[in-house]
């Protein structure tokens, strides 16, 4: 015997229908959806809450019979139906704000709730190529729905969090902080989209949203989750569109660039990045600019370009010589010297240039310390150790190893164990050698967690 469904026991209480007012309805929103043969009546209500799941799409039909009800969001996962699992709906880049607003709410929820389908979703290859053009191409469409309206100081409280998350993701790793930022933007962020706002309360607030949105993103992906780091991403993209600010556009485009490239597309992830670059001519951020050739570099040394690397990085370290902290917005602070050399060191790495990549190491290891940054410190002496291992200097590669492995244990990154990884199948060249073997053991506890 089934069990009963407690939570649309729950929601039809709430809603002061009874069974024959929700069999009205959801043969008159059936008949919205072109699907006229069905029509329930109250035995078929009577056998749904006692635990009886309807088969699609009666599901939605139900949801959305509840939200028009209540004017909000009611999931077929609230009522007790399970998953719709439609995980592919966050992406896409939705002409509709109201439908982004929707869609980007249910991510959120979805993956503080852990639910199976989202985890299990597969990162789409080609995803980013419809998003990134309707970006530059900018076309709106909707106004928010009424609400109470929302202030700028609404909007202050929210900026105020995120200098907050982004050094927890900064100093402990995106697997440390990302269910507490998502839990927050599902009670006290997304719901703010919903409600009305003046023009400049709108893209103030649709500017916080993406910036928050796009660090959940970013947490997901340095913890391995690329399939929910992606759909973060492309709403995050929709919502920085909102704002019409073209610099956080570009941003988050430079962070699909380098999921793109470390998925092994960095033909994808070169154009994703000259996206980006396209975008900037609107506006300053030489930050943001300096982080694009950055990842453009990284793309074009596994595609094996490289003249057009060594133009990629020089251009990246010109447009970092004209940075201003004060001018540059809060979500560029990690773009730095620490962050810029380690990178240079991973793109001379696949290039096979050893020099150039242990100089830019060794910037990015001291830059590292002095901010006391475990993942960005493990990840760079991680490139120096290749560096070696490049020159086949075991004994020197150990030590940076050794290093990397000790800075990986502070912080919550699943980068940092792939880079631990990589330097595990790069050392197999020297068989069983006791450095090697040393290695391995002390790398298992961590590769293992």
Request: glycine share 8%.
């Amino acid at each position: 015997m089934k069990a009963p469904n407690d939570k649309l026991v729950q929601w039809l209480g709430r809603s002061g229908m009874s069974r024959g007012e929700l069999a009205r309805r959801v043969k008159s929103k059936a008949l919205q959806w072109n699907q006229p043969h069905i029509s329930p009546d109250t035995t078929r209500v009577r056998c749904w809450l006692n635990g009886e799941t309807p088969r699609a799409p009666l599901p939605d039909i139900l949801a959305g019979v509840f939200s028009d009800h209540f004017g909000f969001r009611v999931t077929t996962y609230d009522l007790g139906l399970g998953d719709s699992g439609n995980a592919d709906a966050a992406l896409v880049y939705n002409s509709s704000y109201a439908a982004t607003v929707e869609v980007v709410a249910d991510l959120g929820r979805a993956d503080v709730d852990r639910r199976k389908f989202l985890a299990a979703a597969p990162f789409a290859a080609v995803a980013g190529v419809g998003p990134s053009r309707d970006w530059l191409l900018s076309t709106l469409d909707q106004e928010p729905e009424p609400g109470p309206r929302v202030r700028l100081e609404d909007v202050t409280a929210v900026k105020n969090m995120f200098t907050t998350f982004q050094r927890m993701d900064i100093f402990q790793g995106g697997g440390s902080g990302r269910l507490v930022l998502a839990d927050y933007m599902n009670h006290h962020v997304y719901p703010l989209l919903r409600r009305a706002h003046s023009d400049g309360v709108r893209r103030a607030l649709c500017e916080a949203a993406a910036e928050q949105t796009y660090l959940l993103g970013w947490m997901a992906y340095d913890n391995g989750e690329h399939s929910i780091a992606q759909r973060y991403l492309i709403q995050s993209l929709r919502l920085a569109e909102e704002s019409r600010n073209p610099a956080l556009g570009a941003h988050v485009l430079a962070g699909m660039a380098d999921q793109a490239t470390l998925l092994g597309d960095p033909a994808e992830g070169r154009r994703l990045a000259q996206a980006g670059r396209q975008g900037l001519s609107r506006t300053a951020s030489p930050a943001c600019l300096a982080d694009l050739w950055c990842l453009e570099a990284r793309a074009l040394a596994l595609l094996g370009e490289k003249s057009a690397t060594a133009h990629a990085v020089v251009q990246s370290e010109k447009a970092y010589e004209r940075v201003n902290l004060a001018d540059e917005p809060d979500w560029a602070a990690f773009i730095d010297p620490a962050y810029l050399h380690g990178e240079h060191a991973n793109t001379f790495r696949d290039l096979g240039d050893a020099g150039a990549a242990e100089e830019h190491a060794r910037r990015s290891i001291r830059h590292a310390n002095m901010q006391k940054r475990a993942r960005r410190g493990a990840m760079s002496h991680a490139a120096l150790a290749v560096s070696h291992l490049q020159r086949r200097d075991l004994e020197a590669a150990y030590t940076a190893g050794v290093r990397t492995l000790k800075l990986s244990r502070q912080v919550k990154s699943s980068r940092c164990v792939e880079a631990v990884q990589d330097l595990q199948k790069r050392m197999q060249p020297f068989g069983r050698h006791r450095l090697v073997a040393d290695f391995n053991e002390r790398a298992r506890e961590l590769v293992a967690a």
